[in-house]
């Protein structure tokens, strides 16, 4: 039988060689390591039955490894040892589900039994639930024809059954099969059979065990009853007597072991649970492309600066960084070279700054840095030496060739003169960066030095009117090219709609309800902009899918539904390099997901996906079921789609959104009957109950 594998990790070299030594002589496995590192790098080489752990190592947290031990393993038995024991400690360990706790010094009996009742434990809980319906029995009796007689009225009841003769020997078949019942004669010749059944016991706990004996009297079956026998009986058995008491017994502890499993059950799946949150988590707040934080958590995490900054009377400060002549490399390289050297520039950024500073992708190729405890002059210092990196920094392209990049940068602080909410940080940040960009790029600009410029200049009020003028200038430049770039992007929205005559008006009408509904839950009007021009780019993607595809009316192949899968990522790429429409496009990305976890492109669930994404999934799907389709020429009712709508709260839609949608478009529909699609000069009849 191969020995079972024990992995030590502990950096005490006396308590390493004292368990190798212990632990050897008992045919066990051993492998040591002094450090975490040490021990996650040994677990990757193979699998190990138990894995006997220092809570404290010199460099890590012994509770940091045990996570990661069950992440990589969920059924290893983990055994923590420790010279500074507490109960706060002990339920730390037992709530990651260790199997045992130790205190320093170690016993050599304490660590043996401990392991072999945790390497028992182990065996049951895989051994699973076809022991717990058919147990194993092993009888105990020195006499030969008790024993067998026994045992084939067992096995023709059956059970699997073995026998022996003496107690040491019961102890060591039990330990190498985990038998689920002992059945034990009180007077063995070797040992006392309540000595067996305690022994037993030591190392499994949820042994069964009845006792037997050819001798009654009051003191044995109080003996039996002590050692937690759940039985005892007296020679000469009855084989169907015995059977039934088994059964009994039997149905009664199994419930005990059914609750163990389950709780083991549930620690697996709440570790499962807890590794998949932290990449539902990940992805919420991670750019696509960069891998850094995405624009709605910067925007969260320099609310959270901001209001430190204003309460503790700190500083704080931001900085907007631009790559230079970015639509150059994309019109000399391809956008696919664009987007390596921006998710390369992203990782090159983050590892430049502090430890303590948040780096994210702002837009486009715009990023943000946020630097905590950091005044303007710090800020300038920072960004200076940022600028001076990157312009030194070659990015490789995928021929071998290499590029050099400069980049503008704009700089603002909490303190600065004016300052009096976050929007106004960024405002000047961008104020700064486009005045670098006039001056020529590849340069760092704060906006103190602005203001200290206008103050410089001769007629003070009037180089105010001025600065103000410039301000409101570049604030009206760029909505104009916001404004632009959407009217350009609403020709795409036309074009994909003309591709496909059943979905002429599908996005506008998307749109049209997801505003009516944002309405109604009295969101800002920014946040109402927002759905209503995501629910019209929501499909731009499907520019890139084949029209055989979109008017295919038979079921897709599994080949062709990844096609068409990959709508939500396509509509990323297409909007994500101008940066304008950052919150629009989580929005987009984000709408095919189901409150369940069963959509795409990410497997978001519940309220991981973006409050606006939710929103567009039912106002995408009631448009799609009251409108033709190639595979269905006619319509559903608005009553039927409803009522679909519906039956899908909580599986495909936010159940929280279904009955405030149902009212609002019951609502909307039972006021309108058609409106008028200004972009495409059409006036749409609404679908009716």
Partial sequence: MAKEKILVIDDEESIQKSLSLVLAGEEYDVTVAGTGKGGLEMLEQGRYDAVI?????????????????????????????TAYSS???????????AFDFLEKPLQKDSILSALKRSLLTKKFLEKGKEALNRPSILVVDDEHVVRLGLEESLRSAGYHCKSCGSGYEAIRKVEEELFNIVIVDLKLEDMEGTEVVRKIREHFPEMMAIIITGVPSIDSAVAAMKSSAFDYLTKPLDPE??????????????????????????RVTNLELEKANQKLNTLSTTDYLTLLYNHHHIMDVLEIEYQKARRFHSHFSIMMADVDHFKSINDTYGHQTGDKILAEFGSFLKEQVRSIDVVGRYGGEEFCVILPETDTAGA???????????????????DGLTVSITASIG?????????????????HADGALYEAKLRGRNRVICWNEIKEKRRELPGNSASETAVA????????????????YIQSVKALVNALDAKDGYTATHSHLVSHYAGVIARRQKLSEEEIDIIKTSGLLHDIGKIGIPDSLLKKEAKLTEEENVTVKRHPETGARILGPMGFLQRELELIYFHQERWDGLGYPYGLKGKNIPFGARLLAICDAFEAMTSPRPYRKVPFTAEKAIDIIRKEAGKQLDPTLVEPFVEGITEFLSKENKIYIKDLDKTVTLPRS
Avoid at 88 to 93: C, F, I
Avoid at 244 to 265: A, F, M, Y
Avoid at 469 to 484: G, H, I
Wanted: aromatic letters at 6%; proline letters at 2%; hydrophobic letters at 40%.
């Fill in 53 to 81: 752990l220092d809570y404290k190592l010199p460099d890590t947290d012994g509770i940091n490894v045990a996570k990661i031990v069950r992440e990589k393993d969920p059924e290893v038995a983990i055994i923590f040892i």
């Fill in 87 to 97: 109960i706060e400690t002990a339920l730390t360990v037992m709530k990651l589900g």
């Fill in 241 to 266: 007597d015995v059977v039934s008491r088994i059964k009994l017994g039997w149905e009664k502890h199994r419930q005990v072991i059914l609750v163990k499993q389950l709780l083991h059950n549930l």
């Fill in 380 to 398: 300038v210092v920072s960004g200076e030496k940022l600028r001076q990196n990157i312009a030194r920094k070659t990015f490789t392209l995928a």
């Fill in 411 to 427: 700089i603002s602080s909490v303190n600065d003169e004016g300052v009096n909410s976050v929007d106004i940080m960024l405002n």
């Fill in 469 to 484: 003028d410039y301000e409101r200038y570049a604030s009206s430049t760029a909505k104009d090219l916001k404004n632009s």
